[in-house]
């Protein structure tokens, strides 16, 4: 059974704003009824490789709007600085930042792709985390980010990565999110996590930072479990943001 579809595109050229666009409308004429659920790169002011970035963006965020159920936003300037502060890269290849936009990715629809505790499809994802149509645009995470260096001693536990996940530094668009408000939030968890443990560590996360969420939406953290970690890991998490 066909859940959606699923497009990797840039909207800062000609091809993955236009193309892309033009073949996300396409797809929405001919299958109404299933979702799409799209991997934007947003243009940013630091990052900027050609003038008309801010015209093709502008012009394919209007597209996203009317015909994209899921926007996962990602920019280059957070990618380049992940790599550079977190991961202690000195020179990043375009190789290391797919690497991380490919981690979150696979956070993403791990519950498509294994069984779960707490599955959430993509239908599932869009019903918890989108209060209006038109406000779909997610920034996205991923924990736990070390530099090669320090992986081997770093114990990776739900209380760190919980923390990670919610730090600005780890977010990959170049926004702060504590210039504005959550209106809804998902962690998704892989590897050996109690569920408890899982609700304790988000319950403290609303309490204490109960000014960076909506108060018209109670318990607007959703949480999915699998209990298969991502390669070279025992457990990571992915963070999904409405903001």
Not at 127 to 147: E, I, K, W, Y
Not at 167 to 186: E, W
């Amino acid at each position: 059974c066909l859940q959606g579809f699923q497009i990797t595109h840039s909207l800062g050229g000609g091809t993955g704003a236009g193309m892309g666009t033009l073949l996300i409308s396409k797809i929405r004429e001919e299958f109404p009824d299933r979702m799409m659920a799209t991997f934007s790169v947003v243009p940013s002011p630091k990052v900027s490789d050609t003038v008309v970035e801010p015209y093709n963006a502008t012009l394919s965020v209007h597209q996203l709007v009317e015909n994209s159920d899921e926007t996962f936003c990602i920019d280059n300037e957070a990618l380049y600085d992940i790599c550079m502060r977190t991961l202690k890269l000195s020179s990043p290849s375009y190789g290391d930042l797919n690497h991380l936009v490919s981690a979150v990715m696979s956070g993403v629809t791990t519950c498509l792709r294994f069984p779960g505790q707490l599955n959430s499809d993509l239908r599932k994802l869009a019903v918890n985390m989108v209060p209006f149509p038109r406000l779909h645009f997610f920034m996205v995470g991923f924990a736990p980010l070390t530099s090669r260096g320090a992986h081997s001693f770093r114990a990776v536990s739900v209380p760190e990565l919980t923390q990670q996940m919610f730090d600005p530094k780890n977010m990959m668009a170049a926004s702060d999110f504590r210039n504005g408000r959550y209106l809804t939030c998902c962690a998704i968890f892989r590897g050996k996590v109690a569920m408890k443990e899982v609700e304790d560590q988000m319950r403290n996360v609303q309490n204490k930072n109960a000014t960076y969420f909506v108060e018209w939406i109670p318990n607007n953290i959703q949480t999915a479990l699998c209990a298969i970690p991502p390669r070279g890991l025992k457990m990571s998490s992915t963070f999904i943001g409405n903001s």
